[in-house]
């Protein structure tokens, strides 16, 4: 009987110790880079490149709620970044 709560014990050390030194790195997130064609302004017709970029908020959600929230961010950027997507029609005034 000793010997097996000796036994038990020692494992349960080493579980612990080994969760300790080997815990997994926590994941973390990085910007979201997106190119893609739109309008800079509304009430323009010109349609043009833009970089968007979207940025995890730390803010405290509700434990029900399953997205995160993020900060949006667009730039017009060159042409050549979008020369690989459709150019999306011009629609008609």
């Known amino acids: 009987m000793l010997r ?9 050390g080493l579980v612990l110790t ?4 080997f815990s997994p790195a926590k994941a973390t997130t990085s910007d979201l880079e997106l ?10 017709n010109q349609v043009v490149c833009k970089k968007i970029v979207t940025h995890p908020k730390q803010q405290p959600m509700p434990p029900s709620s ?6 949006i ?5 060159s042409d050549r970044y ?6 999306p029609a011009h629609v008609g005034a």
């Open 73 to 77: 961010h667009s730039t017009i950027v």
């Open 82 to 87: 979008c020369a690989h997507l459709t150019k």
């Open 18 to 21: 080994t969760n300790l030194l």
């Open 66 to 71: 399953q997205m995160q929230p993020v900060k």
């Open 35 to 44: 190119y893609s064609w739109g309008y800079p302004n509304l009430g323009v």
């Open 4 to 12: 097996t709560v000796i036994i038990a014990l020692a494992t349960l």
